[in-house]
């Protein structure tokens, strides 16, 4: 019998903590990506409007089997509040078992601070700075508490503390992992899920100061795909997706991003964060062609209303199928998928 074509579904294709628009002023969604294999599904990321694109996109909360988040910035997981509050409903009648929020645990201490701060800011919950995922489930369910409170109480509702757990990812003890000096030092794939239809593999990727931020690769009977994360050109990257029938790779335009600031320090600030962990189309074509990827797609757009011909660069150090999707488009991965026209509004 022949497996079924897996796909991916592009919930969310803007990157940062904005409410981007496209090239034609059409609103883009947060970076969120669904991978469907044989009924169920994954979501990596959970950007602004993940759940509702999800349910837009036909993914009933019954088939989710997990939830991987690449890092601890807020355009990642700030939909991740309403996947456990409103999904619990979805989930009312489905089977017991805690559905898994994989991700990276606590960095452990403060980033350092920009050599262009004039002052040392004061922390934000100075006790638990920096949380990973389990700290941020603990966090989000204590804040809501009223509210879950009244439904579990008064409803009878099931609580979303039994419907999700948070997985955070161990490092390889030796690995050299140091989230200031070294965040994605050179390391193997580990599996941090495996079910009867995928096997997860994460690796360490390049997002200083963010850290650990991981980049996650999806190997299914048909077919693999490889979801970057946020990340400058990176050597484990091209590892991990060694091979890939599909990469799905954040990239960013500089020159468009400087223009979006007019505060000076924060201007140059920021602009210090995104050259040193961001990657441009031009080097994510890189990657894909070290990598050998069959199909490169770029989201996690930054910014996302710039032109096609912006993403596009990506041509000049790749000559496999390039798809620069908008919102909702259906991309299949696998063999028997390489000829297959990505669906919806995909680009080209």
């Avoid at 469907?36 to 088939?63: F, K, N, P």
Wanted: charged share 20%; aromatic share 6%; hydrophobic share 40%.
């Amino acid at each position: 019998m022949t497996e079924p074509i897996p796909y991916v579904v592009t919930l969310g294709t803007a990157g940062g903590p904005r409410w981007w628009s496209d090239h034609r002023g059409e609103p883009r969604a947060g970076i969120a990506t669904a991978v469907v294999v044989d009924g169920a599904w994954y979501l990596v990321d959970c950007g602004y409007g993940a759940g509702r694109q999800a349910s837009r996109a036909g993914l009933s909360m019954t088939g989710l089997r997990g939830v991987f988040i690449t890092h601890m910035h807020s355009d990642h997981v700030v939909d991740l509040p309403a996947l456990l509050l409103f999904g619990a409903f979805e989930l009312k009648d489905a089977a017991p078992e805690a559905i898994p929020v994989i991700g990276p645990g606590d960095r452990g201490k403060l980033p350092p601070l920009s050599p262009r701060a004039v002052r040392t800011p004061d922390p934000i919950a100075p006790d638990h700075p920096t949380p990973g995922v389990g700290g941020l489930l603990d966090g989000l369910l204590a804040a809501y508490a009223t509210d879950g409170n009244d439904r579990i109480f008064d409803s009878l509702a099931k609580s979303p503390a039994d419907q999700f757990r948070a997985e955070e990812i161990a490092l390889p003890a030796g690995c050299g992992f140091d989230p200031d000096e070294r965040v994605a030092p050179s390391m193997e794939p580990i599996v941090v899920h495996a079910d009867e239809r995928v096997t997860v593999r994460a690796i360490l990727v390049s997002h200083h100061p963010t850290a650990p931020a991981f980049a996650y690769r999806f190997d299914t009977a048909a077919g693999s795909v490889t979801i970057s994360g946020d990340t400058a050109p990176c050597e484990n990257l091209v590892r991990l997706a060694a091979g890939t029938d599909l990469l799905l790779h954040e990239a960013i335009n500089l020159e468009s991003l400087a223009r979006q600031y007019t505060d000076a320090e924060m201007l140059q600030a920021t602009m210090d964060h995104h050259r040193r962990a961001h990657t441009t189309p031009v080097e994510a074509g890189e990657i894909a062609t070290r990598a050998g990827a069959r199909h490169l797609a770029l989201h996690h757009l930054v910014p996302s209303h710039d032109s096609p011909d912006v993403w596009e660069r990506a041509t000049e150090t790749y000559d496999g199928i390039l798809t620069v999707p908008d919102d909702l488009a259906i991309i299949p991965f696998g063999q028997p998928a390489a000829a297959t026209a990505v669906s919806a509004a995909a680009g080209r």
